[in-house]
Every structure is written in C-alpha cells, then in structure tokens.
C-alpha cells in the first residue's frame, strides 16, 4: 500500500474493480503523501481533503451498488486556472486571491460526472503567463526531479504534483505549450488537443485563440484516461467545435491488439522531421536524446521523412505580438469594480482602476497587458497585429503543407532541460523556453510531449509529437505503442520515491 502512488491510471482502476483497495483507501493515500511532502514542492494552492474524502467513500458505495464508470474512485487535482464552484480558483495571482467560484467550468463538470476525487487547486504561473511557474503569487513550484530547479511552466503545479506521486494524473492548460513543456521538464505525458476539442467555458481566459485545456500524466495511457471525460461540444463555449467523439483508452487498446507481438508495430507511421526545429540555442544533450528516440521510432517500423515548417524564431516573434493582446482584452475585466483584488483606500475611480491593476498584477502579467495594449493602439494595429494574424496564417500552411508528407511531426518540446529556480532570466531568454512549441497553438493543432531519456544529471527530456487536426488518438496511440517498448515513462522523481 506504501506504493500506491507509483501505479498508473490503468493499476488503480484495476484495483478498485478487483476490491485490492477501496477509494477511500487510495485518496488517504494520496493525502498523506501531499501533507507530508507538498512543503517541498508547492504545488497546490488549496486543498480540498475533507470533500475529497466524502466523494471517495461515496464512489466506494456507488462502486458495490454495481457503477461501472472505470475512473469511479480515481483521484486528481485541477490547475488552478479552472473554475470550481464553492473553491478558491485564483489563476495564480493576487488579483483573484479571494475569487470564490459560482460555478465550475465544463471540464470539471465532466470530471465529476465520470467520479473522479478532486483533491484540490494546483499552483501555476500567474494567469498562466510564464515557463517556470515563478510568477505565481503563491510562490514558485519546485521540480521533483530537483529541488533546485523550475519544474515549467505554466502548468508546473499540475506537472509537479504528477511526477511527485500526489495525484495520477492532473488538468492543465496550453496557450504556447504550457502542458508540453512541463512534461518535459517533470518527465512526463502531457497533451495538447486540438483547439476546440475540450471546452474552455470555465477556463480564466490569457489568449482565448490559443488557450485549450489538455491532460498531464506519466504515459499516454494515463493522458487518454483523463482526456477522455474532458472532450465534447459544449453549447456555452463559442469556439467548442462539433466533431465525432473518439474513444482514446480503445483507440490505445486496438493499437496493441493490432500490433500483436509485432517486432515493428509502428510500420507506415511517417514521422516528419524539420532542420528548423534543431537550429540554435539547442541543448547538446536535448538533442542526443531526441535524435536517439526517433531511432528507436524507426526501429519499431516508423520512417523518418524531412519537412519544412515556419522558423521557430518567426513563429516566437508572431505569438508574442498576438498572445499579449489578446490579453490585454480578456484582463481588462479584472478592474477592481465587481469581483477580486481591490486598492485600499481609493481616491477617485482612475485610482482605483490604476491601483487595483498595479497592486494585483504581478510583473509579468503587467508586462504582457502593456505589450498587447500597445500592438492594439491606434497607430500601431496595422502595422503589428494585423501584420502578426497575416503570418499565424502562412504559419498553418506551413503546417498543411508539411503533413502532405507525414502523419506526424517530431521535435524536442524544449530547447534545454529544467533550468535553475531564481535564474532572474529576462524576458526573452524565458520565451525561447517555448520556441518549439508556441506553433501548435497558432495553428491549433494537436501536439504531445513524451519523456526520451534524462541528462547527465538526471533531467528529464521530452520529445514532441505534432498531429493533424483532431488526431490525438494518433498522437496518444504512436506514443503509447513507443512506450510498450521502452522504459523512459516508467523512472520516478526523487519525490516520487520518498515514502510516508
């Protein structure tokens, strides 16, 4: 029972079925080993024990009384950029350090209705602007793997709880690779989706053409278990989008039973590979592991075709006009008036607007809104914004036209393993952290990142996998037949190993 933690998504539901452990049992677990290891790491910004404890002996009951709902039981944590009604939901900042949610977003409704045990809100970079989860207002998380360093960002609490061993798997949200790139720095399985695959209503808005939520686990099996219930039009969100509905877990299972005891089970995947995504600024090592996985995809029967895609640098330049803008809009709500932080003491409504913003706002928040405020100026629309929407549209018939050639598309997610906590990077040396991945979400597209390999001390590296719109059972199926072969997603953090 001490290890409990260590099994997958697939071993606890196993368990629950075949009465090995209750739920009431398993969220005891898990709530022991975050009080007793959390103040390590912090990644949670509240916890919810208490209710997790009565939902858990509730699934126990439903369980007996023959509900056959396979996450029934399994517990979870959610980033903290999700609405959760009755829970502090604060987006990570100061300026929502009191917003207790009416209502819960769509994917927590589905989360909920499948009977899985939320344990909690998980910390992150504040309104989801950052790559190392430093700009919290709840302080910065710190990675498993080492203490010393950024476990990325803006998910890092939901990547850092995962690979702690202190929930299976765990929501989270991506505007430039905020699911891939803490995978890759906490060793794990983290999935974009397509953008309008998962709702966003009840999702704190940062760049809402680029937002979409996803899925952090160790594998890809755990990703498909939790994606599962998130997926689904949702009449309340505009740019949720009607499409047929997969079954990931299935999807995962025929790509098994199809291969058999096949030597080669990935024959006819083409996996398309661009110079432009090993240009420079990438880590020696980064690339050693790579290069050594996309061998190890030919080996299972894969072949490596070349392509073309948009220049990483260009790319980077056109997110970083248009994300700030999009921002400086969605957080003009946040005024000090109706809900959230508010100055003290205001001296007319310009002051408590100024003061409100100045005071809630940490940095980089404040950073982004004046860089997109200033994109949307009069003088300056045309000449930035509409210029950076004109090249986010060559971007995705770069993308189009690279898929002509290939089923999918290999990169490292990051350019560098987890760097040091209190770096005091600038500003555009934390962009680049996303260079890899920034492009997927102006085009939409799916993408996954997989732990490859560990540097020479012992940190995690991941590969991302690109799909074609609306194929994450691709994505998940490439990476999981990957993983039935290799052992990467199978190593623990320091953390994870710890006992209570």
Not at 275 to 299: I, M, N, P, T
Request: hydrophobic residues 35%; aromatic residues 8%; glycine residues 8%.
């Amino acid at each position: 029972m001490s290890e409990l933690h260590l099994l997958s998504t697939q071993q606890l539901i196993t368990g629950l079925q075949d009465k090995q452990f209750s739920s009431a049992e398993l969220t005891e677990h898990y709530i022991k080993r975050i009080d007793a290891l959390d103040s390590k790491i912090n990644s949670f910004i509240t916890h919810t024990s208490e209710t997790a404890r009565a939902q858990a002996q509730a699934a126990d009951e439903m369980r007996a009384q023959g509900d056959k709902r396979p996450l029934l039981g399994v517990p979870m944590a959610h980033k903290d950029i999700f609405c959760t009604q009755g829970v502090l939901t604060t987006c990570g900042s100061k300026m929502l350090h009191n917003f207790i949610s009416p209502y819960d977003a769509t994917i927590v409704t589905n989360i909920d209705k499948a009977g899985m045990i939320s344990l909690g809100k998980l910390n992150m970079d504040e309104f989801a602007m950052g790559s190392d989860n430093e700009s919290s207002y709840y302080g910065a998380v710190h990675n498993p793997w080492n203490l010393e360093r950024v476990p990325g960002g803006s998910s890092g609490g939901s990547a850092a709880a995962v690979a702690s061993g202190f929930v299976p798997v765990a929501t989270a949200s991506d505007t430039g690779g905020s699911i891939r790139q803490p995978a890759s720095f906490c060793g794990l399985t983290g999935i974009k989706p397509t953008y309008g695959r998962v709702s966003r209503f009840g999702m704190i808005a940062y760049a809402s053409s680029l937002d979409q939520a996803g899925s952090l686990g160790r594998s890809a099996m755990d990703c498909a278990y939790l994606l599962q219930p998130m997926i689904g039009h949702d009449p309340r969100d505009a740019t949720s989008i009607k499409h047929d509905m997969p079954d990931y877990v299935q999807d995962l299972n025929h790509a098994v039973a199809t291969a058999g005891d096949s030597a080669k089970p990935l024959e006819g995947l083409r996996i398309g590979v661009a110079k432009e995504y090993f240009s420079k600024g990438l880590d020696a090592e980064v690339e050693q592991a790579v290069r050594a996985a996309l061998k190890q995809y030919e080996a299972l029967g894969a072949t490596i075709v070349e392509v073309n895609i948009t220049d990483p640098e260009i790319t980077l330049a056109t997110y970083y006009m248009l994300a700030p803008a999009e921002a400086s809009s969605n957080l003009s709500r946040f005024d000090g008036v109706r809900f959230g932080y508010r100055c003290e003491n205001p001296t007319d409504l310009i002051d408590l607007y100024t003061r409100s913003r100045s005071e809630g706002f940490g940095p980089e928040v404040q950073r982004r809104i004046l860089t997109g405020t200033y994109a949307l100026s009069a003088g300056y629309f045309d000449a930035y914004y509409t210029k950076a929407q004109k090249v986010r549209r060559l971007i995705v018939q770069d993308f189009e036209d690279a898929f002509v050639n290939c089923d999918v598309i290999a990169s490292p997610t990051a350019p560098t393993a987890a760097y040091k906590l209190a770096e005091d990077l600038d500003p555009a040396t934390m962009y680049l952290g996303d260079v890899y991945t920034i492009g997927v979400n102006l085009a939409g597209l799916p993408a996954l990142s997989q732990p490859v390999g560990l540097t020479s001390n012992g940190l995690p590296i991941g590969l991302q996998l690109i799909g074609q719109y609306w194929q994450e059972s691709k994505l998940l199926s490439t990476a999981h037949l990957f993983q039935q072969h290799t052992d990467h997603h199978l190593q623990h953090s320091t953390i994870a190993k710890e006992t209570v």
